[in-house]
C-alpha cells in the first residue's frame, strides 16, 4: 500500500512538473487620446436622451468632451461670444451598453442616406470595431458620440466606446486632469469606466477626421461665365 502510494505521488509529480504552465492573458494597453494636428471645427455639446450618468450620482459630462476636445487639438468647444454658429452639434449619451447599442442603432437608421454616402463607409467600420461586446458577466457600460449638422439635424459621424474595466489615470490625461467634471467622474468607479468609454467613442469620431472635413469643405466656385466677343466689324467695300 505504502509503495503505491509513493508510485501514485511520483506519477502526479511528474505530470505537474510536466505540465506547462498556462499564461494569463497580458492587461490591456492603457487607452490613450488621440491627438489632431489641426482642428476640424467647433462643436457645442448637447445632451443626448440616455443619460446614465445620473444612476451614478455624476453630472453632464458636456464639459468633460470639451476638455477633451481641447486637450486632443480635434474640435473647439463652442464659444457663443464668438458670434459664428458652430460648426457641429455633438450628442453626447452613455449609460449601459444595451442602452447605448439601441441609441446608436435608432440614430444610425435615422439619418443614414446622406450621411452614409458621405462618410463613405468610414465611420461604419469604425463603429462596428467598437461595438463588439466585451461580454460575460462584468459590467460594461459604453458612452456614444454623435457629430450633428446645426442646418439639418442629421447625423453626420457617430462615434461609440465601452469599457468593463478601466485602464486609464485621470491624472495622465494632461490638461483634462484639471476639469472638476473629470475629477468627479475620477472619484467615481462608475465615472471612471466612463470616461474611459468617452475616450474610446471620442478616438472614433476623430478618426473619421477626412469624412468630417470633407462635409465641411466650401463648394468649388463656379468659374463666371465670359462675356461675349463683340462680332467683327465688316469689311468696308471700295
Known amino acids: ?25 497580458p492587461p490591456p494597453p492603457p487607452v490613450t487620446l488621440d491627438k489632431c494636428t489641426a482642428s476640424l471645427g467647433t462643436i457645442a455639446m448637447v445632451d443626448g436622451d440616455t443619460q446614465g450618468w445620473l444612476k451614478f450620482g455624476l453630472g ?110 485621470i491624472s495622465g490625461l494632461g490638461t483634462v486632469s484639471s476639469n472638476s467634471t473629470a475629477a468627479a467622474y475620477g472619484s467615481n468607479k462608475d465615472g471612471q469606466l466612463l470616461v474611459e468609454a468617452f475616450i474610446k467613442a471620442f478616438n472614433a469620431v476623430t478618426q473619421q477626421g477626412p469624412a468630417i472635413s470633407a462635409m465641411t469643405m466650401p463648394a468649388a466656385p463656379i468659374p463666371a461665365a465670359s462675356a461675349p466677343q463683340p462680332a467683327p466689324a465688316a469689311a468696308s467695300q471700295r
Open 1 to 25: 500500500m505504502i509503495r503505491r502510494l509513493a508510485i501514485s505521488t511520483m506519477i502526479l509529480s511528474a505530470v505537474l512538473v510536466s505540465a506547462p504552465t498556462l499564461a494569463k492573458d
Open 60 to 169: 453632464s459630462p458636456r464639459d468633460l468632451i470639451a476638455a477633451l476636445a481641447l486637450e486632443s487639438g480635434c474640435f473647439a468647444p463652442y464659444d457663443p461670444a464668438a458670434g459664428r454658429p458652430a460648426t457641429f452639434l455633438m450628442n453626447v449619451s452613455a449609460g449601459d451598453k444595451e442602452e447605448i447599442d439601441r441609441t446608436v442603432a435608432m440614430a444610425s437608421n435615422v439619418g443614414k442616406t446622406a450621411a452614409n454616402k458621405l462618410v463613405g463607409g468610414i465611420g461604419g467600420r469604425a463603429l462596428g470595431g467598437l461595438m463588439g461586446g466585451l461580454g460575460g458577466k462584468k459590467k460594461t457600460l459604453a458612452a456614444a458620440l454623435r457629430l450633428i449638422s446645426p442646418a439639418s439635424g442629421q447625423t453626420l459621424v457617430t462615434g461609440q466606446g465601452e469599457s468593463s474595466k478601466t485602464t486609464i489615470s
